[in-house]
């Protein structure tokens, strides 16, 4: 048994890490319980294979939590502009940031520099203890406090328990929280590249019936491919020899890309998306993936995680300043209140997006295609998309949290 701590989080990812971060920076005391390892970041090591882009408000949320310095000392790559276009020829649009107000779009980010980072943050605040590996057993939810027991027998205490477990979260299925999920019937294969040229401060997105394909620029002369496709189409992709795969991404991508010299690495991950029926239960809440998983296309599901973990912990730490019961039923409304139709309506524009381009009717398709081509024209209509994408609101320079 360790020391009663106001706040439980189960999960040491991206999200987990954040939240643990911001309530100990703010003297809440803490214990994060860890079920995989500690993260490990070298600039000597090769890119991660997973990497985020991280919008402007996640940006502002890792400055709080003190992780966002060691994040751009790392391997940082910001981009300004996107171009999207259907590989039928019918529609394309090229997004700049300076037509949003922003300086960038945001980063991408290696997860495990992210996470890396975080856990430094951590290690700094006495508030905060981590118990990596742990790995939950069961709970016990009381009116004053919430028990989580381990499975190595080990017992903590808290007045609230969070669940930032992930997608297969164990707190959510011990809470007896149900999350249907829907298979989109498509698997995105990763592919980390060494380009020919340096950097660019741009993505490259194109669309076609069976998942859009992404080019994503990393520092120096890195790239991060992600092709989404039917899981045979993948499993084949996969199984190239590393000069053939080159040849298939250079077939589809635009000359201005580059070259690719070297494959570094590949895998891939089932795509799929799913929302939690309610975010709390008695003295528990959830935050990122273990509340909502959303198609990945737009790059949404790390800062929509992050903006869980801003809101909770503003909930939490207003409660502890007013000398209030942070695990109260009424801190856990606010915040699902705030958070859950938000991520809703994200999920469901990713769906909407994956839909219509994805559409087995050509005629729908093909007006998907010519909405990019208006998309590039209407200026005051593709700012607002622009920037409510970076978690910004239609005006001004403040964070939307
Ligand atoms: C192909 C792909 C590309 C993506 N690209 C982007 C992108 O560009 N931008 C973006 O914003 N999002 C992106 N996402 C989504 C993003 O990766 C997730 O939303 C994000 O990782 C969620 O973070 P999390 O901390 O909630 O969960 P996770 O990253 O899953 O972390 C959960 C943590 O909990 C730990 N854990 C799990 N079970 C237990 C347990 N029982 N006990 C203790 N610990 C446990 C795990 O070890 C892990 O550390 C992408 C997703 C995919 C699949």
Redesign the pocket.
Known sequence: MTEPVDVIV???????ATLAALLGRSGVSVAV????QAPTWSEADPPDL??????AA?QQVFVECGAWAAMEAGRAAPFRRLRAWDASGRGETCFEAGDAGLERFGW?VE?RLI?TALWQALENLPAVTVVCP???LAIEQDVESVCLRLRDGHEITGRLLVG???????IRRLAGIDMPMHDYGQH?L?VNAVTTLPQQDITWQRFTPSGPQAFLPLVGHHASL?WYDAPDNVRRLQALSDQALIEAILGVFPAELGGIEAILGRGS?P?RRGHARRYRDHRLAL????AH??H?LG???????ILDAAALARGIIRAQGQGADVGAAAVLARYEARRRPRNAAMIAAMDAFHRVFTAPIPQLRETAAFALGIANQAGPMKRLVMRHAMGLPAFGRAVGL
């Not at 930032?164 to 164990?170: C, F, L």
């Not at 935050?287 to 273990?290: K, L, M, P, T």
């Open positions: 189960v999960g040491g990812g991206m999200v987990g319980v860890e079920g995989g997973r990497v985020s882009s991280v919008n996640a991408f997860n996470r742990g790995e939950p930032a477990d992930g997608a297969r979260s164990s995105a990763i992600v991950f795509i935050v990122g993936d273990a998983v959303i990945p790059g949404q599901g790390l800062n929509l995680g």
